[in-house]
């Protein structure tokens, strides 16, 4: 069962679920967020009024639109688009687009829930939205997945600008699809309008370390949790979901640090690998000819289990990245974790991990990073991006990283300071959440009544 509601919000999650009736994974963000208010309300009753909560649930703008596009045999096809546009007290829109077909409202609206929070806690000057489709690029040439990114731009740009509203890429999203989207931009607007995209590629606007971002930050950000208790990655045994983007340079950078990444995934199972994940390798499956993991134990040999299907969880581990998609550790998942003896568990992906399990985990010591703080490496990258593009500026790759380690280092200390401050000592969930909140009802707040 969930634990209860604070009173004082109790009404406005009641209003969620009754103006947004099946979105369970927009009702699951908002309930997260929501439980951790009552002592915020307590010492802040300023925050009830002008109804600034009740407003926070409601996105500024939700957009919905059809995208025709003809695939390689000339047959029309139609995909469903979305922008949801959340929250602009602190800057324009920015988050994510996701192609991919479990895309629908809900997913898009909890996505952008927890963009308030994230693009918050970073610090930067920057709002809350998300968007997508629910278009499925897996075996889509090139040039289809260049003519749905046309069309879906089509629509989008009328939406969209660098002041407004800067959309980036997601599950599905990549500098390809950044590509066809910003040339299609350009080409209705005749403007080079450099900072309406992030995600772009480094010739044509991008930032160094933004391919790496997302990962690496969610590693610099467990890297400060084990500072805090006067420990290190050295020697940590690590398991890391996914195979995509995020695990690919979380794995990475634990490897630079000391750690020993002992298994990944993908949607079909799980490999172990206790020598350690041979990164080059698992980059040319997966990036060079978007292979699986079960290939990479075919390369690898004997020494690899692949296991089809089971759940990765149950590999022990000292250290635990969910990096694939949301709601992907359950919890029996979670006993498994504390069983093996793992302490520490941060999200690389956007609520990766069930309500039920993150209370296993807590109720059982294990320090638990929510995804809003951990993997707000992206997101900050991508408001670095926009810098050098309003500099009309290019920052070495060093210099970029460095950016990062600090915001992770900020983001991380913001939680723990915030959560001493609201009798939460140690709770990362807490301080995360009352940290996001309180800089955005500050800023809805001055901003009156809109």
């Known amino acids: 069962m969930p634990q209860p509601l604070p009173d004082s919000v109790q009404s406005v999650f009641e209003e969620v679920i009754r103006r947004n009736p099946g979105e369970t994974e927009f009702h699951q963000a908002v309930r997260e967020v929501l439980e951790s208010l009552g002592p915020v309300i307590a010492k802040h009753p300023q925050y009830t009024d002008g109804e600034i909560i009740r407003r926070l649930c409601e996105p500024e703008r ?39 077909p479990s895309v629908y409202l809900g997913i898009v609206k909890f996505l952008g829930f927890e963009q308030i929070f994230k693009n918050s806690l970073t610090g930067l000057p920057i709002g809350g939205g998300k968007g997508g489709s629910d278009f499925d690029p897996k075996g889509r040439s090139d040039a289809e997945i260049m003519r749905f990114s046309q069309s879906f731009m089509t629509e989008l740009y009328r939406h969209i600008g660098e002041y407004t509203d800067v959309p980036a890429g997601d599950i599905g999203v990549g500098t390809r699809e950044i590509g066809y989207m910003f040339g299609q931009y350009k080409r209705i607007t ?3 309008e450099s900072g309406v995209l992030t995600g772009k590629g480094l010739t044509w606007g991008g930032s160094r370390v933004r391919t790496e971002a997302t990962g690496y930050g969610a590693v610099f950000f467990v890297d ?7 420990d290190s990655f050295e020697g940590k045994r690590v398991v890391v979901s996914g195979s995509g983007n995020v695990a690919i340079y979380a794995i990475e950078k634990i490897h630079q640090l000391g750690g020993t990444v002992v298994a990944c995934s993908d949607s079909n199972g799980y490999i172990v690998d206790e020598q350690g994940i041979d990164l080059d390798l698992l980059k040319e499956i997966k990036n060079g000819h978007r292979g699986r993991v ?14 089809e299907g089971g759940s990765i969880w149950d590999v022990p581990c000292d250290v635990a990245l969910p990096c694939a998609t949301q709601n992907e550790l359950p919890e029996d998942a979670a006993r498994a974790l504390v069983r093996n003896g793992c302490t520490i568990v941060a999200e690389g992906a956007n ?12 109720e059982a010591g294990v320090r638990f990073a929510p995804g809003k703080a951990a993997n707000a490496g992206g997101v900050a990258t991508s408001a670095l991006e926009m810098q050098q593009n309003a500099s009309r500026d290019s920052w070495s790759f060093e210099h970029t990283e460095e950016r990062l380690q600090t915001i992770m280092r900020q983001i991380h200390d913001r939680c723990l300071t915030t959560a001493d401050e609201y009798g939460a000592p140690g709770d990362y969930v807490a301080g995360a959440n009352i940290a996001g909140f309180t800089r955005v009802a500050d800023a809805m707040l001055a901003l009156g009544l809109i």
Do not use: C
């Open 190 to 192: 005749n403007r080079y």
């Open 294 to 307: 079960a290939d990479y134990a075919a390369a690898r040999g004997a020494h690899v289990a692949y296991v």
């Open 351 to 362: 609520m990766p991990t069930t309500p039920t399990a993150i209370r296993v985990l807590r």
């Open 224 to 230: 400060e949790m084990l500072r805090a208790t006067g």
């Open 62 to 100: 939700q957009i919905i639109f059809r995208v025709p596009w003809t695939d390689d045999a000339g047959r029309v096809q139609l995909n469903r688009g979305f922008r949801v546009e959340f929250n602009s007290a602190l800057g324009p829109f920015k988050g994510g687009l996701r192609f991919h």
